[in-house]
């Protein structure tokens, strides 16, 4: 098995290194799509998913797992943005990249890597076949036909046929539609096979690795174009389409040729993972209802307003809980850096007053950070950390003097932990894990 070519986001990496595995065009087009940013030859990635270039397919994680002594499942973070995608409804073009239609432009191949061989391996491979109507042929008879058109012999006032129009059913194994599917499944499986949640396919049939042995270009996307017409199951459609966007890509400079899957912007999905995992559950927006303009006597209200990441109320306390998701890679050994700005500060402390105000009791205010799990255990032994359980240590404070008596909690979150917990669905119970100052 292939070793899984990998980067980290936000991690610097230079020109030299990078050309070991990308030709400087390639570069280009990464750079082009605000893949890559450059500085003074060294480039870091400024996305998180599958990227697919040429024949090279490879993942860029998460800055935050970026750890030297951390061993990494690459599945976990495409099946985090995978329930990302399906979850959240609002995607931004040009930043968020998860499309699976294969007729679309911007399909991800390993979308279409992971349908075929899934597929593959539940219903095995295309099979081609075509109906035909045969005079005394082998099949079932066509009584329908065989009665309009044939005319019988009576025997006891009983009609006897002794021709009939039978249906036979042509199977092609050698159809160039499925020598396309062979060759699909073959390249695909050894592209991403480290990528996709299943082992290495087995295949037990022969198959061409070059796509030129099949037939041109212009021949396959013909003779696929016109299979489209002919068929109706949803399965094959798929199928076809499937195959059809493999060849273009194929076509259209193989070097070059580029497909995305997950998001230049991961904060949103981290904050996805904390509104499931501390259970968001009330919407402040009549609480925090849109500003409204005097003008002339005349009350005009503004299209938006500011709405805190996430409000969590426990039912059977009655405790509120404000966070805020903060995706920053925060660093508190010898110096602190890496921290949100004061605008960030100023307006958490804000949204806590404000609700404080509405609903008449305190609340819980804090900080959600992501941590690498190996940096997160060693908290565990600080003697300074606040408060420790498996999903989370409080490790101080945020205080401001135009807010006096207030606190924002800074939480530190196991990066890894919190990401199976989003894919499994899991939010975690108050009682057991919320620390309450």
Known sequence: MNKQLTFFENKYYSENFLTKEFSKSQ????????????????????????ISIGDIAFLVLPKTLNHPSKLINPITTIKTLRKYSLSNTQLYDGIDYFNIEPDHPDCSEIA?????????????????????????????????????????????NQPIYADTYNRIILDDKNNLTIEIHKWSLNNLSKKYNI????????????????????????????HLQNQLK??????????????????????NSMENSLT???TKKYENVWESICKKLVNENYKSNEIFPNPKWNIFDKIYKSRGTLIPDILSKDNDTGNFYLFDAKYYSINFIDKLTGTPDYKDILKQFQYQIHIE???????????????????????????????????????????????????????????SKWQESYIDNISIIYKNIFWRA
């Not at 219903?123 to 005079?135: A, H, I, K, Q």
């Not at 099949?139 to 065989?146: F, L, P």
């Not at 199951?233 to 389409?241: A, E, G």
């Not at 900080?367 to 940096?375: G, K, R, S």
């Open 260 to 262: 995305l899957y997950g």
């Open 27 to 50: 570069l280009d087009i990464l750079s082009k799509k605000r893949i890559l940013e450059e500085s003074n030859l060294n480039y870091k990635f400024v996305f998180v998913g599958v």
């Open 112 to 156: 279409i890597a992971e349908f075929l061989i899934n597929d593959f391996q539940e219903n095995g491979l295309y099979t081609f076949s075509e109906e035909l109507n045969e005079l005394n042929g082998n099949g079932d008879v066509i009584w329908d036909m065989t009665i309009n058109n044939i005319d019988p012999i009576f025997s006891s």
């Open 230 to 251: 002919t068929i109706y199951s949803d399965r094959k459609l798929q199928i076809i389409k499937s195959l059809i966007f493999l060849i273009k890509k194929k076509a």
């Open 195 to 222: 990528l996709l949640d299943n082992s290495l396919v087995n295949f037990h049939f022969n198959f061409h690795s070059n796509l030129n042995e099949i037939g041109s270009t212009d021949e396959l996307l013909n």
């Open 357 to 415: 105000k509405k609903i008449e009791k305190n609340i819980s205010n804090s900080f959600l950070f992501p941590i690498n799990d190996v940096d997160f255990h060693e908290l565990k032994n600080n003697p300074k950390t606040i408060s420790f359980n498996n999903y989370m240590a409080v490790i101080g404070f945020i205080e401001y003097e135009l807010f006096p008596s207030k606190k924002i909690w800074v939480i530190m979150c196991p990066f």
